[in-house]
């Protein structure tokens, strides 16, 4: 028997790109079917112009018009036209919202009577630093290190802190947002860590010839990979390999500068990999490398390095 009916609204889901809160995302869902719930996700356009499919008894709805995995006011538009639809084949009883993905229906939801938890990996206010982080700084770009942050500000009170406010409970993945988040939302915060499955015990990792390193994660420049790149120059005559896992968009980038420093014998990019060959990379390697350059909550590939110890 079905308890309830859950509709989750996300900018990205893993179909989009390997990244941890795709995951924690499909975990959530997951975890709700198992405890007899019926879920219904709405994201974002696909890149091969799917607008739907049903994975593991969960149906997605992947909006148009919309970006790929962004929030923008087509994504909004979208949501409200096809909420209604959904409600009256199926009864909505909870929406849950990835950070601002229910932004477009709250007026909707509340006139529904239909409560919404939002879960969050960061704000707007957060996006600031890691703005600054990657941002160029020649003068060609100055005119962005005062326009972004304004831009980013004005999100922040004009969808943030509605989305907080008109949220039923707000959860985290992490207390590094705690004390920023309680503002607008007193009373409501619940810090749930991420969590993953403890494989096997590997094998011992001592006596290998080849020191293994291993990068994971979506890759985007504020994630910082090329900085573990432009490191392995120091070590150009030592026995040293670098693994990197993921797609995304500075993935091509990324290689042409593996191929200016000549380390395509030292750095491999794997792409994007099942669960078995991940495990495997896991497994033989000796170091997890997180150069990001984001404020990051919990993520959930050092989690996932750390019980591979």
Same mark, same amino acid.
């Given at each position: 028997?079905?308890?309830?009916?859950?509709?989750?609204?996300?900018?990205?889901?893993?179909?989009? &790109?390997?990244? %941890?809160?795709?995951?924690?995302?499909?975990?959530?869902?997951? %975890?709700?079917?198992?405890? #007899?719930?019926?879920?219904?996700?709405?994201? +974002?356009?696909?890149?091969?112009? *799917? /607008?739907?499919? !049903?994975?593991?008894?969960?149906? =997605?709805?992947?909006?148009?018009?919309?970006?790929?995995?962004?929030?923008?006011?087509?994504?909004?538009? &979208?949501?409200?036209? =096809?909420?209604?639809?959904?409600?009256?084949?199926?009864?909505?009883? *909870?929406?849950?919202?990835?950070?601002?993905?229910?932004?477009? $229906?709250?007026?909707?939801?509340?006139?529904?009577?239909?409560? $919404?938890?939002? +879960?969050?990996? %960061?704000?707007?206010? /957060?996006?600031?630093?890691?703005?600054?982080?990657?941002?160029?700084?020649?003068?060609?770009?100055?005119?962005?290190?005062?326009?972004?942050?304004?831009?980013?500000?004005?999100?922040?009170?004009?969808?943030?802190?509605?989305?907080?406010?008109?949220?039923?409970? =707000? !959860?985290?993945?992490?207390? !590094?947002?705690?004390?920023?988040?309680?503002?607008?939302?007193?009373?409501?915060?619940?810090?749930?860590?991420?969590?993953?499955?403890?494989?096997?015990?590997?094998?011992?990792?001592?006596?290998?010839?080849?020191?293994?390193?291993?990068?994971?994660?979506? *890759?985007?420049?504020?994630?910082?990979?090329?900085?573990?790149?432009?490191?392995?120059?120091?070590?150009?005559?030592?026995?040293?390999?670098?693994? =990197?896992?993921? +797609?995304?968009?500075?993935?091509?980038?990324?290689? $042409?500068?593996?191929?200016?420093?000549?380390?395509?014998?030292?750095?491999?990019?794997? #792409?994007?990999? #099942?669960?078995?060959?991940?495990?495997?990379? @896991? &497994?033989?390697?000796?170091?997890?490398?997180?150069? /990001?350059?984001?404020?990051?909550?919990?993520?959930? +590939? *050092?989690?996932?390095?750390?019980? @591979?110890?």
């Amino acid at each position: 028997m079905i308890q309830m009916h859950i509709v989750v609204m996300s900018r990205i889901l893993p179909t989009h &790109a390997l990244g %941890g809160m795709q995951k924690q995302c499909m975990d959530l869902c997951d %975890g709700f079917i198992k405890n #007899g719930h019926a879920v219904t996700i709405l994201t +974002t356009a696909h890149q091969d112009g *799917i /607008t739907t499919e !049903t994975i593991d008894n969960i149906k =997605i709805y992947y909006l148009l018009p919309s970006r790929p995995k962004r929030y923008s006011r087509s994504w909004n538009r &979208a949501c409200k036209s =096809i909420i209604s639809d959904i409600h009256s084949s199926a009864p909505i009883d *909870i929406i849950h919202s990835q950070s601002l993905g229910a932004r477009g $229906v709250l007026s909707w939801a509340k006139k529904q009577n239909i409560p $919404v938890v939002s +879960t969050w990996h %960061g704000t707007s206010l /957060t996006e600031i630093s890691t703005f600054f982080s990657s941002a160029r700084k020649s003068p060609r770009y100055w005119h962005w290190l005062f326009l972004m942050p304004a831009i980013l500000v004005r999100q922040y009170i004009s969808m943030d802190l509605p989305t907080r406010r008109a949220s039923a409970a =707000i !959860t985290l993945v992490s207390p !590094t947002l705690e004390k920023n988040m309680k503002f607008f939302a007193k009373n409501k915060v619940y810090v749930i860590a991420n969590g993953i499955d403890v494989p096997e015990k590997p094998s011992p990792r001592n006596n290998r010839d080849i020191l293994h390193l291993l990068c994971l994660g979506r *890759i985007e420049k504020e994630k910082g990979m090329h900085h573990a790149v432009k490191a392995m120059v120091e070590y150009n005559d030592e026995n040293i390999k670098l693994d =990197i896992v993921g +797609t995304g968009p500075y993935l091509e980038e990324l290689k $042409v500068l593996i191929a200016k420093l000549e380390l395509e014998e030292k750095v491999l990019c794997h #792409g994007r990999v #099942g669960d078995d060959e991940l495990s495997k990379l @896991f &497994a033989i390697a000796d170091i997890y490398l997180m150069p /990001t350059t984001r404020q990051e909550g919990l993520p959930l +590939t *050092i989690l996932e390095a750390m019980a @591979f110890l």
